[in-house]
């Protein structure tokens, strides 16, 4: 029984760490961006253009990494850390807004591109 609490508290650390991992690549690329638009006057479509690939590199980057680890599930893994890091985004949105917005197309947009992200990183050796 000792064994399995073990077990379930590295999984939870693991996951910890990858989901740590995708944001820490998501503050790197967003300071990047921010110098960008500061020095060229960057429009703002291609601003949320470069929002997604950042959400799709740093889930991606996070399931490879779960992929590497786990050695069963690895798609499952790469979801759940994708999820994860979609939870997360929705948690500081409403930290920062101050207010629960409806569902809206970008959410579900945005819930899709951050799972398929995780579950494409696993996909990769």
């Not at 990047?32 to 470069?50: A, G, N, R, W």
């Not at 979609?86 to 920062?96: E, H, K, P, W, Y």
């Amino acid at each position: 029984m000792g064994n399995q609490t073990v077990k379930k508290r590295s999984a939870i650390v693991s996951y910890g760490i990858y989901l740590l991992t995708s944001y820490f690549i998501t503050v790197v690329c967003l300071i990047v961006l921010s110098f960008i638009v500061f020095q060229t006057k960057m429009d703002e479509k291609y601003i949320d253009i470069i929002n997604i690939a950042i959400y799709i590199i740093s889930t991606f980057f996070a399931g490879y990494l779960a992929s590497k680890a786990k050695k069963q599930h690895k798609i499952v893994w790469g979801l759940l850390v994708g999820l994860g890091y979609f939870l997360v985004l929705c948690i500081i949105s409403v930290i920062l807004n101050h207010t629960i917005t409806p569902l809206s197309s970008n959410f579900i947009t945005t819930l899709m591109i951050c799972g398929l992200g995780g579950m494409a990183g696993t996909l990769f050796k």
